[in-house]
């Protein structure tokens, strides 16, 4: 291997990964009888080890030290009391760290805990607000044990949309988060009501609707047809990064409106961009064919 290195002109990149090997080899060389899996750890990301410099190598065995000294799940990264380790150094040498865990110790993940994502949430009916509370951000297995029945819930792909609803008897409006609609599906009460689904009239928009109809029921799409994209063609821009999969939970009228998008070179009608009074309209004729009783 000397031989070979040094033909290759990588002699100095040898000797200083050859020196890491033993040092990683003498230190946890007792921690597992599977030598195999630390040798096959060090082959993966040698590459790696022989980049971090002598700072970053030092925190990277400390926190491999750590990490298989206290096995025990759900810590959250900012509680690791790992000297000169920071969140920001974890997240960045996380396979690198996860890699060697791994093979001394059989754990596929670091089986770290990470904050509740949050859902925001937008009572549009002044009688369901809890405890009168107007907005509210929460995880959706909190959301889900809310005892309402909303006539229609508005599912938006942006957040100004939903920050700028005025009261609506009967609705409840919720903040989508682009891709991350598809957690709405675990919210009982998103089901039992119609949805009517906005976001912004492009491919990823598209996407995005076909994710929420496979996980809530009777979902309908708002301002994402032929006529607003043709009536706001002054406000198009280009998608920098189009989706191009095919979409399944789309109607027939959608899939068209998905072809114009491409056809005119992936553009882009941002959601904000369309006057909020033509929004609005839409939205309470939407309100009035789903629950006219209310």
């Known amino acids: 291997m000397d031989a070979i290195a040094d033909w290759a002109g990588k002699s100095a990149e040898w000797s ?37 410099d002598s700072d970053d190598f030092a925190r990277f065995c400390s926190a491999v030290d750590w990490l298989i000294a206290h096995p025990e799940p759900g810590w959250y990264v900012r509680q690791l009391p790992i000297r000169g380790l920071d969140t920001k150094w974890l997240e960045g040498h996380r396979r690198l760290v996860t890699t060697f865990v791994n093979a001394l110790t059989g754990q596929s993940t ?3 805990a990470k904050p509740s994502e949050l859902v925001r949430v937008k009572f549009l009916d002044p009688a369901m607000r809890p405890g009168g509370l107007k907005e509210v951000a929460a995880p959706a297995e909190q959301l889900a044990t809310l005892p309402f029945h909303p006539a229609v819930v508005f599912v938006f792909e942006n957040l100004e949309s939903l920050a700028a609803m005025p009261d609506m008897l009967g609705a409840i409006g919720v903040h989508g988060s682009g891709y991350a609609v598809k957690r ?23 996407a995005i609707l076909n994710l929420i109809r496979s996980e809530c029921r009777d979902v309908t799409s708002l301002l994402m047809d032929d006529t607003t994209l043709f009536a706001h063609r002054d406000l198009w821009v280009t998608e920098i990064t189009p989706n191009r999969g095919s979409f399944d939970n789309l109607t027939s009228d959608e899939q068209r409106t998905l072809g114009y998008l491409r056809e005119h070179g992936n553009v882009r009608l941002e959601q904000e961009r369309i006057p909020w009074a033509t929004a609005l309209s839409d939205m309470r004729n939407f309100m009035e064919k789903a629950a006219p009783s209310v």
């Open 184 to 206: 709405l599906g675990d919210i009982p009460w998103i089901q039992t009501g119609r949805v009517g689904y906005w976001g912004d009239l492009d491919s990823n928009g598209m």
């Open 110 to 112: 670091l089986d770290l």
């Open 16 to 52: 200083h990964l050859f020196a890491r090997c033993n040092v990683l080899r003498a230190r946890w060389e007792a921690t597992t009888a599977a030598q195999p899996s630390l040798s096959e750890a060090i082959r993966k990301e040698a590459r790696t080890l022989i980049e971090l």
